[in-house]
């Protein structure tokens, strides 16, 4: 669990070290076949913020790495079988509650 934690934030770090490729991301409008066919980065980067979007501001400021990887897992699988669906609806029908 903490080489997968490890990895997400040295993949991160890394993204956010390099202003020279900055890309924006309008995760309002992204639809699933949008961030299926992202750069591996970009799809750390927006995993990242959902989880912590549907943590709210009640929740503590921890990552389960396990949960996280299942959450991940669980969205993919849902992104892959609904191309045409906003990674809003997916994240909501996976993440919310």
């Known amino acids: 669990m903490k080489k997968t934690a490890c990895a997400l934030l040295v993949s991160l770090t890394t993204c956010l070290a390099a202003p020279a490729g900055a890309v924006t991301l309008d995760l ?15 799809i750390q980067m927006t995993l990242i913020w959902l989880d912590g979007w ?8 921890l990552i389960d790495t396990e949960v996280f990887v299942e959450n991940a897992k669980k969205f993919g699988a ?11 609806t997916a994240a909501e029908k996976i993440l919310g509650d």
Do not use: L, R
């Not at 549907?54 to 400021?61: C, I, R, T």
């Open 78 to 88: 849902y992104c892959a079988t609904n191309p045409s669906v906003s990674i809003v």
């Open 28 to 42: 309002a409008t992204m639809s699933c076949k949008q961030f299926i066919e992202s750069k591996p980065d970009e």
């Open 54 to 61: 549907y943590k709210g501001d009640s929740d503590e400021a």
